[in-house]
């Protein structure tokens, strides 16, 4: 697949305080790209250097090929939602959507059909902004992004303020959007939905990528889960052929070895086992806290929200 958004050796420096410190990565067409790292770590940065709003201090981020600050009419090519608060407070959610449609050049019925998306009635997209809540600014902040029927979108914490059915609604909205052959990176700090919706992951810290690929890859199952008639002898013999064994929650043992190798001392101790299998895939709160471990505060990042 075409890469549609492409980082190069992209470097952030204020002063002495190096916020994005030469990454690369690439976000791929018709894919999710789970954008992670602590607070801190660089991920605002590199989405604003993206949107043309802060300059890099060396290396380029590129839009299909070309800067944001190179497209003809950007709201048609890229949608972008970096802070859902900055919105005028003073208009009203209809208002702003409209001088959007006005600015980009799309028809007036995009605005009703944007509401009708987000689900905003009429009597909501009539009230001023600053009566409106976190998640109804998200969603007018989502409609506004997708005003110019973009390809691409570009979604700093789109999930802030939503409720738990609002946050299905947007892995849903973001799911078939990117089905549809369109490419989207997502920020997020609620983990448990970016392992759903993402295809790909790119993980921040300290300014750095610490890991990057497919979800399927970071992921991977590794080891072995065994359990026995008789746990204790098991490991005790594992443990003896110089295998790393532990006991697993809920019973049997995890065993950094492949499942034959496991097996093949089970088979010479003469111990029957009653399940083999390769270990499962890493849960990706386990994943990200293992690569940004050198990267967290006081208080660790979890899979709901900070």
């Given at each position: 697949?075409?890469?549609m958004?492409?980082?190069?050796?992209?470097?952030?420096?204020?002063?002495d305080?190096?916020?994005?410190?030469?990454?690369?990565?690439?976000?791929?067409?018709?894919?999710?790209?789970?954008?992670?790292?602590?607070?801190?770590?660089?991920?605002?940065?590199?989405?604003?250097?993206?949107?043309?709003?802060?300059?890099?201090?060396?290396?380029?981020?590129?839009?299909d090929?070309?800067?944001?600050?190179?497209?003809?009419?950007?709201a048609?090519e890229?949608?972008?939602?970096?802070?859902?608060?900055?919105?005028?407070?003073?208009?009203?959610?209809?208002?702003?959507?409209?001088?959007?449609?006005?600015?980009?050049?799309?028809?007036?019925?995009r605005?009703?059909?944007?509401?009708?998306?987000?689900?905003?009635?009429?009597?909501?997209?009539?009230?001023?902004?600053?009566?409106?809540?976190?998640?109804?600014?998200?969603?007018?902040g989502?409609?506004?992004?997708?005003?110019?029927?973009?390809?691409?979108?570009?979604?700093?914490?789109?999930?802030n303020?939503?409720?738990?059915?609002?946050?299905?609604?947007?892995?849903?909205?973001?799911r078939?959007?990117?089905?549809?052959?369109?490419?989207?990176?997502?920020?997020?700090?609620?983990?448990?939905?970016?392992?759903?919706?993402?295809?790909?992951?790119?993980?921040?810290?300290?300014?750095?990528?610490?890991?990057?690929?497919?979800?399927?890859?970071?992921?991977?199952?590794?080891?072995t889960?065994?359990?026995?008639?008789?746990?204790?002898?098991?490991?005790?013999?594992?443990?003896?052929?110089?295998?790393r064994?532990?006991?697993?929650?809920?019973?049997?043992?995890n065993?950094?070895?492949?499942?034959?190798?496991?097996?093949?001392?089970?088979?010479?101790?003469g111990?029957?086992?009653?399940?083999?299998?390769?270990?499962?895939?890493?849960?990706?709160?386990?994943?990200?806290l293992?690569?940004?471990?050198?990267?967290?505060?006081?208080?660790?990042?979890?899979?709901?929200?900070?």
């Amino acid at each position: 697949m075409n890469a549609m958004i492409t980082v190069e050796n992209l470097t952030k420096r204020y002063g002495d305080y190096v916020a994005v410190d030469d990454i690369s990565f690439a976000c791929r067409a018709g894919q999710v790209t789970g954008f992670l790292g602590p607070n801190g770590a660089g991920k605002s940065t590199t989405m604003r250097i993206m949107a043309g709003l802060t300059p890099a201090t060396a290396g380029r981020a590129t839009i299909d090929g070309r800067t944001y600050r190179d497209l003809d009419n950007p709201a048609t090519e890229v949608g972008v939602l970096l802070d859902a608060s900055a919105q005028h407070a003073g208009r009203t959610g209809e208002e702003i959507l409209r001088l959007s449609a006005m600015t980009i050049g799309v028809p007036r019925s995009r605005v009703d059909d944007m509401l009708e998306l987000v689900s905003l009635t009429p009597e909501e997209a009539g009230r001023r902004v600053r009566n409106y809540s976190l998640g109804m600014r998200q969603r007018l902040g989502l409609a506004n992004a997708l005003m110019g029927d973009p390809h691409i979108l570009i979604l700093d914490e789109p999930a802030n303020g939503l409720d738990p059915a609002g946050i299905h609604w947007m892995r849903g909205l973001l799911r078939d959007y990117a089905d549809r052959g369109g490419t989207v990176l997502l920020s997020s700090h609620l983990l448990h939905e970016i392992e759903i919706v993402a295809d790909d992951l790119v993980v921040i810290g300290n300014g750095r990528i610490v890991a990057q690929g497919t979800k399927a890859e970071l992921l991977a199952g590794t080891g072995t889960v065994v359990r026995s008639t008789d746990d204790t002898a098991l490991a005790t013999a594992l443990i003896t052929a110089g295998l790393r064994a532990q006991a697993a929650t809920g019973g049997g043992l995890n065993v950094d070895a492949q499942p034959a190798d496991v097996g093949a001392v089970a088979a010479v101790q003469g111990i029957a086992l009653t399940e083999l299998r390769a270990g499962d895939g890493a849960r990706l709160e386990e994943m990200f806290l293992s690569l940004t471990a050198a990267d967290q505060r006081e208080q660790p990042l979890t899979a709901g929200a900070l």
